[in-house]
C-alpha cells in the first residue's frame, strides 16, 4: 500500500521555532538484496541532520524493481536492521515507479539499481516534468572492478553519484572529465554498512569464515577447488571452527546470477564434511562478530572485515586476475594462498591503501557522509529551483545504445512508459494479477535452468 502524504514544511522552514519536525519523504528503489541493502542504508546515511530533536523525520519508502534478482522476504531480512517498516516495502514495475514518484511528491528518491537501470530510471524521471522534482542519488554497492566507464556513464544525470572512497571518487572524476561530462554529482563517502565492534580475540574461539561470492569465481572446477581447499583447512585445524558464509539458498538470486551453488557442490563433496564445517546464511555483520579470520576471493566482505579490524585474507589461488576482482586489493598486503593460511599466516593490511580505499578502520568512518549530507541539505533547499535531469546519453549521443536500454524496462526512447505499461483500473488489476502468476512461474523457470539444465548442457558440449 502506497504510503500517505504528508503535509511537510519545505527545506527552508526546518528551523521555524516552535514548529515540529518537518517529514522527509524519501524513495529507495532497489533491484537486489545487496543493492537494498546498500539503498536503505545510504538513505539512512543521508537524511540531513539525522539524529537532532529539530531535524527532519526521515519516511522511507522501499520499493524494489521487479525483476530475476528481486530479492525474497528472507533475503531482506537477512540485510539487517534498516528501519523501515516491511509495511512500506512493495514491488514494482518501472512504470508503478515512475507513477508513485510522480503521485506522492517523494523529496528524495535513492536509485540502488544495475547502471542500466539507473539510467532507465533518470530519463523516466525526467520525462515526467512535474512542477517539483525530487533530488536524486545513486552510486555503486561495493567493490567498482569491471565496467568502469560503462557503468559510470550509465548513471551520469543523477544529482549525486556517490563514490565509496577516495580511490572511487578520483576515477568517477577522470571518467566523467574525459568524456567531456559534468563530474561535478561526484561525492565522496563510503560504503553505508561499515560497522559492529571492533575485532577482540576470544579465549577458546578460533573461527574463520570463508565469504562466498555468487558468481566469482564461475567455473564448477574453481568452485569446487575453493570447496575442497576449505574443507581440507577444516581438516587440517580440527580445533578451529570452519565457516563458509552463503549469499542465498538454492533458488534465491542476488545481485549476480548463481549457477553453482556451493550447497550443491558440497553435498557431492568426496569423504562429506568434518564436523568443525558449517554452511552458515545470515547478517554479514553477525557473523564478522564471531570472526577471526574473514577469507575471500574478492567480496566486498573483505572491506567490512578490515574496518572492524578483523585479519582478512584475498585468495591467489585462482591468480590476481580482473575476472576475479581480487586484482582491486594490489597493494593491500592483503593477498596470499591457502597453502600459507594452512600454515598459519595472517596477511597484514597496508595503512596507505586502506585509508584510500574508504575503509576508515582509524575511527573517521562517523564523518563519511558529512559531505554527501550537506549537498543533499543544499539540494533540498532549492527543489523547486532545480534543473532538470540531464544525462549524458540522450537519443542524439547514444541513439544506438540508449533506446534498448530504455524498452528493457518499457520505456520509450523519450522516457515516457510505452503503450499498456501504466494498465489501471479493473483490467489493469486483471492483467496485474495475471502478469504477477506468470512473473514468479517464469522466474523459478528461468532459476532452474540456470542452476540445473544449463551446467548439464556444457557438460554435454564438453565430451
Not at 500517505?4 to 521555532?17: R, T
Not at 518501472?94 to 539507473?118: K, N, Q
Not at 593477498?335 to 596477511?347: K, V, Y
Request: net charge positive; glycine share 10%; charged share 25%.
Amino acid at each position: 500500500m502506497p504510503p500517505s502524504k504528508s503535509n511537510s514544511a519545505s527545506p527552508a522552514e526546518m528551523d521555524s521555532a516552535g514548529a515540529p519536525p518537518p517529514v522527509l519523504r524519501v524513495a529507495v528503489l532497489a533491484d537486489s538484496d545487496t543493492r537494498w541493502k546498500w539503498g536503505a542504508l545510504t538513505a539512512r546515511r543521508l537524511t540531513p541532520g539525522d539524529g537532532r530533536a529539530d531535524a527532519p523525520r526521515a519516511e522511507i519508502s522501499g520499493l524494489l524493481l521487479r525483476g530475476r534478482a528481486t530479492p525474497t522476504p528472507r533475503q531482506l531480512a537477512e540485510v539487517g536492521d534498516v528501519s523501515i517498516d516491511p509495511g512500506r516495502v512493495r514491488e514494482v514495475t518501472a512504470a508503478e515507479f515512475l507513477r508513485t514518484v510522480r503521485d506522492e511528491g517523494y523529496d528524495l528518491v535513492v536509485l540502488a539499481l544495475v547502471g542500466g537501470a539507473v539510467q532507465a530510471m533518470l530519463h523516466g524521471l525526467a520525462a515526467l516534468r512535474t512542477p517539483v522534482r525530487p533530488v536524486v542519488v545513486t552510486g555503486y554497492v561495493g567493490v567498482v572492478y569491471e565496467k568502469l566507464a560503462d557503468g559510470l556513464l550509465l548513471r551520469h544525470g543523477a544529482d549525486i553519484v556517490l563514490a565509496n572512497s577516495r580511490h572511487d571518487a578520483e576515477r568517477f572524476r577522470a571518467v566523467y572529465e574525459g568524456v567531456g561530462a559534468d563530474a561535478s554529482a561526484v561525492t565522496e563517502a563510503a560504503l553505508p554498512f561499515l560497522g559492529g565492534e571492533p575485532h577482540r580475540a576470544e579465549p577458546g574461539r578460533d573461527t574463520v569464515v570463508f565469504a562466498a561470492q555468487p558468481s566469482v569465481p564461475a567455473s564448477r572446477a574453481d568452485r569446487t577447488y575453493l570447496l575442497r581447499r576449505l574443507v581440507e583447512h577444516a581438516r587440517l585445524h580440527p580445533k578451529r571452527e570452519v565457516l563458509l558464509k552463503l549469499r542465498s539458498k538454492p533458488g534465491e538470486h542476488t545481485t549476480h546470477i548463481e549457477e553453482l551453488p556451493y550447497q550443491r557442490l558440497a553435498e557431492k563433496l568426496p569423504g562429506g564434511l568434518p564436523p568443525n564445517f558449517r554452511l552458515v546464511y545470515g547478517h554479514m555483520g553477525e557473523v564478522l562478530d564471531r570472526t577471526d579470520l574473514l577469507v575471500t576471493v574478492s567480496s566486498t566482505a573483505a572491506l567490512e572485515s578490515l574496518h572492524r579490524r578483523i585479519p582478512t585474507a584475498v585468495l591467489t589461488d585462482l591468480g590476481v586476475r580482473e575476472t576475479l576482482g581480487n586484482h582491486h586489493f594490489i597493494g593491500s598486503g592483503l593477498l596470499t594462498s591457502w597453502n600459507h593460511l594452512d600454515g598459519g599466516a595472517h596477511p597484514e593490511p597496508d595503512a596507505a591503501w586502506l585509508s584510500g580505499q574508504g575503509v576508515a578502520a582509524d575511527g573517521g568512518y562517523g564523518s563519511a557522509y558529512d559531505t554527501a549530507r550537506a549537498r543533499v541539505t543544499a539540494l533540498l533547499a532549492r527543489r523547486d529551483r532545480l534543473p532538470a535531469l540531464t544525462p549524458y546519453y540522450t537519443p542524439a549521443t547514444a541513439p544506438g545504445y540508449l533506446p534498448g536500454i530504455l524498452a528493457r524496462h518499457h520505456l520509450a526512447p523519450d522516457g515516457h512508459p510505452l503503450p499498456g505499461a501504466t494498465a489501471t483500473g479493473e483490467r489493469g488489476r486483471v492483467r496485474g494479477a495475471l502478469r504477477e502468476a506468470v512473473r514468479d512461474a517464469a522466474r523459478g523457470a528461468y532459476r532452474h535452468g540456470v542452476q540445473r539444465v544449463a551446467p548439464v548442457v556444457r557438460r554435454l558440449g564438453e565430451l
